[in-house]
Each structure stands twice: as C-alpha cells, then as structure tokens.
C-alpha cells in the first residue's frame, strides 16, 4: 500500500502489480536475512529501501539481480563496511563519464559500465537498497562554481544505536 500511495502515477499504469510484489517480497526478504535488516526503522525502510525508483529512470529487475551479486559480499560486514563495499562494488561496474542523456536505470549502466554522477548515483542508491540499506539519491540542480549540476549518494548507518547518514562521503 506504501509504494502506491507515494509512487509517481505513470509508475501505477505503466508496470505491472505483479512487478512491485515481487519486489515488495525481495525487500522483505533481504530484510529478514541481512543482519542490519531487523534494526532499520520502518519509517528508513519504507522510504529508503522498499521504493524503486530513485530518479526519472526506466524501472528494471536490477534488485534481484544486485542481491544475488552482492549479498554474500556484505552479509557478515558491519552495516558501514557493507556500505563501502557496496560502493566497491559499483565502482568495478560503472564508471564516470559525462553526458546529456536521460537518467538510465541501473542494469543499463551496468550493460554500458558508464554514467554521469545521476546513473553512478542512482546505481549506487539501487544496489544498497537491494541489500537492505536505506539510501537515496541527493542532488542540486546547480553548483555555485559552475553552471552544473550534480547528483551523490546518502546512506544511514547504524552510529551510537541511531541512524544518522553516512556524513561526508561521496558514494558512487
């Protein structure tokens, strides 16, 4: 009911229900097996794992796909090193190169293994999700130095028995 309450209404008609269950289900999966899963509050869950979209990109099975790439990677790390290993892991994957285009999802950037910093981010926000760490997509749409702009990654982490984000780090 979350996901469809808070989706975009072209999401609602242009996917099947059958396509969020079973991501619905993964998620919860995940969330039963990975070891921070339990300790991630609903309210991070609900808004920063579960959804599926991160940006204006083409929905794809690239969860599935990155859990089972990825889970016996993080599965015996601590949720902050799973973090940068996940942010590893894109790295082997995808790698910066500017261009124009529309935001792509994130197995075509993994098929093209290249992206500017809104498919490296909205790839890295992807595969920790696909883990079961809350994480999203920050972005300005111009920096004062150029006339740019720029998109990176935040990810909560478990600090002193309360998630906060992952502070000054860029992951992508």
Known sequence: MFLYAYMPIGDVTDYPGIYYLENFRLSERTRGEMPWGKVVPDKLYRHFVLPIRVNNENLDDSRKLFYGELKDRVKNLSMKEAILEVNHWCHEKVVYRPSDARTSSPLAS???AYGRCGEESTFTVAALRAVGIPARQVYTPRWAHTDDNHAWVEAWQMVNGTF?????????
């Open 110 to 112: 993994v098929k093209t």
């Open 164 to 172: 906060s984000e992952l502070a000054n780090r860029k992951l992508y």
